[in-house]
T-cell receptor, first 111, second 112 residues
Framework: NAGVTQTPKFQVLKTGQSMTLQCAQD?????MYWYRQDPGMGLRLIYY???????DKGEVPNGYNVSRLNKREFSLRLESAAPSQTSVYFC??????????FGQGTRLTVV | EDQVTQSPEALRLQEGESSSLNCSYT??????LFWYRQDPGKGPEFLFT???AGEEKEKERLKATLTKKESFLHITAPKPEDSATYLC?????????????FGRGTSLIVHP
């Protein structure tokens, strides 16, 4: 099984550009999450989707939007990228109170 | 608000020198405490889940324990390949959703 797949792995954007980070899982998990990871800050939750058709804000949602396209896919969109959004983004999925499975991350630089 | 604090932030050990990492937490309605390992440039990988105080889990040189306020990850006779960042997370039920909250991690370096 592939697990959690994120695309792209690397991206450089100019300030004001938009982009969508894609995430797909093949484990039939109900819940999916988007985190960002910055040096010294750990993993901070941006948005999550408890089940297909629902999304909720996490700790740091400003500047982002999400779409739970179906049970497998959960995308993160930056409408107008800012240098403060330079980070490593991780998608994760889980079911119930079990462990999360993470993708390999997207390293985003906004110049 | 759920909070997870890990200490120390960084730890350097000599090969074979045992030590412990700490994860203290405050959460309403704990549904699980998780330990993950993260290697540079990769996503976190699951190590252990602990659900109730007194529970212990072991895997090779690692042993995780849980009390009502904190968890320890004990590393016995570490090897250089144990070098990584270790993340602790708590998962609470919120309105039917399970939301993992992570600590900032402990960066472990084991010197040969």
């Amino acid at each position: 099984n592939a697990g959690v797949t994120q695309t792209p792995k690397f991206q450089v954007l100019k300030t004001g550009q938009s982009m969508t980070l894609q995430c797909a899982q093949d484990m039939n998990h109900n819940s999916m999450y988007w985190y960002r990871q910055d040096p010294g800050m750990g993993l901070r939750l941006i948005y999550y989707s408890a089940s297909e058709g629902t999304t909720d804000k996490g700790e740091v949602p400003n500047g982002y939007n999400v779409s739970r396209l179906n049970k497998r896919e959960f995308s993160l969109r930056l409408e107008s990228a800012a240098p403060s959004q330079t980070s490593v983004y991780f998608c994760a999925s889980t079911t119930g109170d079990r462990q999360a499975f993470f993708g390999q991350g997207t390293r985003l630089t906004v110049v | 608000e759920d909070q997870v604090t890990q200490s120390p932030e960084a730890l350097r050990l000599q090969e074979g020198e045992s030590s412990s990492l700490n994860c203290s937490y405050t959460v309403s309605g704990l549904r699980g405490l998780f330990w993950y390992r993260q290697d540079p440039g990769k996503g976190p990988e699951f190590l252990f889940t602990l659900y109730s105080a007194g529970e212990e889990k072991e895997k090779e040189r690692l042993k995780a324990t849980l009390t009502k306020k904190e968890s320890f990850l004990h590393i016995t006779a570490p090897k250089p390949e144990d070098s990584a960042t270790y993340l602790c997370a708590v998962q609470a039920a919120s309105g039917g959703s399970y939301i993992p909250t992570f600590g900032r991690g402990t960066s472990l370096i084991v010197h040969p």
